[in-house]
């Protein structure tokens, strides 16, 4: 059963479970997607739901920061622990490696897909990428159907979000791939563009703090953090 934390439903597993999930995805009949909100995006889906319903159609839902591991444990249904969007897809790319499954990237600006393919070919030894393309295209159509004729086990789609959720939702059967998993700015980051947080700041909750001072336009869709503890509460009060 998933825990419901202002309406998106999540997961409750271990990093290590989610990842063995996803690669079980990999071999199950039909197309499945995996998706990570963090707290911005829980607000984003509580405005939008068309982005609501795309969010909860999802195989996986994970919760990818520390913000939604707080607002589970202070409805009183706590997860039992953060599931970074990246990080899943590093333990799922280990395992495509080590079956010789394929994977196709797709997002973030030209030239950054075929940067992070790569680095990540040389990363993990065995881990076919089927192809590549940027995120900035006016049409899905041919999108479609290049992933379709690469013959991609499995799509990092990195678009932002909602956007990213809803294409998946829309398109990922006409794809041909068994998985597609939307992951927001990892692409950036596995093309060296972008730097992860170091571990302290994770470790210690603070890992958007350090995207913010990085990124400083990233001040508006932060202030939605906030938002997302005011409605937690406001929540909570109204179930008791
Ligand atoms: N992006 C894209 N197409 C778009 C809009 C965004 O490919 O139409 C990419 C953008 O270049 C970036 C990623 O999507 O690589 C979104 O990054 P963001 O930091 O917004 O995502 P988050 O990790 O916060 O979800």
């Not at 707080?70 to 039992?80: D, E, I, N």
């Not at 079956?99 to 076919?128: E, N």
Request: glycine share 12%.
């Amino acid at each position: 059963m998933r825990i419901n934390v202002l309406g998106v439903g999540f997961d409750n597993l271990t990093l290590r479970e989610a990842i063995d999930r996803g690669a079980a995805l990999l071999d199950e009949a039909g197309c499945h997607y995996v998706v990570t909100p963090n707290p911005e995006i829980v607000e984003v889906c509580r405005e939008n739901p068309e982005a609501m319903r795309a969010v909860n159609g999802a195989a996986l839902v994970l919760p990818d920061g520390i913000g939604v591991i707080k607002g589970a444990a202070m409805l009183g249904t706590p997860l039992k622990e953060k599931t970074p969007g990246i990080e899943f897809a590093m333990g799922l790319m280990g395992k495509m490696a080590e079956r010789g499954k394929s994977l196709y990237l797709l997002g973030a600006k030209p030239g950054v897909a075929q940067q992070a393919a790569a680095r990540l070919k040389a990363q993990y030894s065995g881990l076919k990428i089927a192809g590549t393309h940027d995120g900035y295209f006016k049409e899905d159509a041919p999108v479609v159907e290049a992933i379709r004729e690469s013959g991609a086990d499995c799509v990092f789609v990195c678009l932002g979000a909602p956007k990213q959720e809803l294409w998946m939702e829309k398109n990922g059967p006409a794809t041909g791939a068994r998985l597609l998993c939307g992951l927001g700015g990892s692409m950036d980051v596995f093309a060296g563009t972008v730097e992860r947080a170091p571990k302290f700041w994770s470790d210690h909750g603070l890992e958007w703090f350090y995207r913010l001072c990085k990124e400083p336009k990233r001040v508006g869709r932060m202030l939605r953090l906030p938002l997302f503890l005011v409605h937690v509460r406001q929540e909570k009060r109204s179930r008791k």
